[in-house]
């Protein structure tokens, strides 16, 4: 099953809590693009519960595709899960839970 599924993580380090904010609306666009170029975009906007600045992009096409992006102070995180052939019945949720741990690791280095 694990071939099924296919995920990333990206976390950059602006040099100011300012300039991490500058970037996300750039960064929402750029993904909501390519969200649109590789499947059709079926939700888009804010959440609640997961830093500043938080963020989610769902995609049907070949499979579903969940994109979170948020930021801590000047830490900005994408967390993106792929699923392919066998999946689970709520992506969105299995991702939330990964997206919430890595929001508890973020937290926790302050």
Known sequence: MASNKL???DVTVYGSASDAHKSMA???TLSRRYGAR?????????????GDDDWRLLVSGNGPQVTYHW?????VV?????????CPADVDAAARAWVDAI??????RS
């Open 7 to 9: 995920a990333h993580l």
């Open 38 to 50: 590789t499947g059709r975009v079926t939700s888009v906007g804010a959440v609640r519960g997961v």
């Open 71 to 75: 930021r801590r102070e000047n830490l």
């Open 26 to 28: 750039p960064f929402d």
């Open 103 to 108: 929001d508890a690791a973020a937290r926790a």
């Open 78 to 86: 994408e967390a993106h899960v792929h699923c392919f052939g066998r």
